[in-house]
T-cell receptor, first 117, second 113 residues
């Protein structure tokens, strides 16, 4: 089955620790995205990558870092510089970058719920 | 900067009734997305609307797009309990911003028997 997997489903960390969230897709999609969702809110874009070895900041990139060494993988690191890291993190992918394909759909993974205390 | 506003943010309705969720966006966008989210779950794609006047229907849900008014609607016909969820609209910034979607805050829909 093709899809997007995120692990772990739940993650607990102490304040001051960096943590890396995994995102893998086997859809052969070029573009991948990370969003953050806070309770009662919509999603906000953290980082995105249109191709391997390239990524761009989204609207709320401060305190986060990413890498895109393989087409299938786009891990997100939440650093200690992120002031309010507790949130639901969603990874998404699309066949091409959205600007390059008008009909492009974004497909979302199951999410990782991060709690930092 | 693209902004997306949904209303209402919370809606409680009875089974069998019709209702509409509204999604306004602030700047040029050439497409509009609707998603459904169940509690604690990820987002499920419902519709992608690509042009002015576009209308798509799936079961009891129908979405439309008016790019001139910068307005999309999600209409629910004869609501059933299974449609209870949070519905998000999202727009794409055609004006050159980041290559991701800008989401509304969501409409939390409860359908009561």
């Amino acid at each position: 089955d093709g899809g997007i997997t995120q692990s772990p489903k739940y993650l607990f960390r102490k304040e001051g620790q960096n943590v890396t969230l995994s995102c893998e897709q086997n859809l052969n999609h070029d573009a991948m995205y990370w969003y953050r969702q806070d309770p009662g809110q919509g999603l906000r874009l953290i980082y995105y990558s249109q191709i391997v070895n390239d990524f761009q900041k989204g609207d709320i990139a401060e305190g986060y870092s990413v890498s895109r060494e393989k087409k299938e993988s786009f891990p997100l690191t939440v650093t200690s510089a992120q002031k309010n890291p507790t949130a639901f993190y969603l990874c998404a992918s699309s066949k091409k970058w959205l600007r390059g394909l008008a009909g492009a759909e974004q497909y979302f993974g199951p999410g990782t719920r991060l709690t930092v205390t | 900067e693209l902004k997306v506003e949904q209303n209402p943010l919370f809606l409680s309705m009875q089974e069998g009734k019709n209702y509409t969720i509204y999604c306004n966006y602030s700047t040029t966008s050439d497409r509009l997305y609707w998603y459904r989210q169940d509690p604690g779950k990820s987002l499920e794609s419902l519709f992608v609307l690509l042009s002015n006047g576009a209308v798509k229907q799936e079961g009891r849900l129908m979405a439309s797009l008016d790019t001139k008014a910068r307005l999309s609607t999600l209409h629910i016909t004869a609501a059933v309990h299974d449609l209870s969820a949070t519905y998000f609209c999202a727009a794409y910034d055609s004006g050159g911003g980041a290559d991701g979607l800008t989401f509304g805050k969501g409409t939390h829909l409860i359908i009561q028997p």
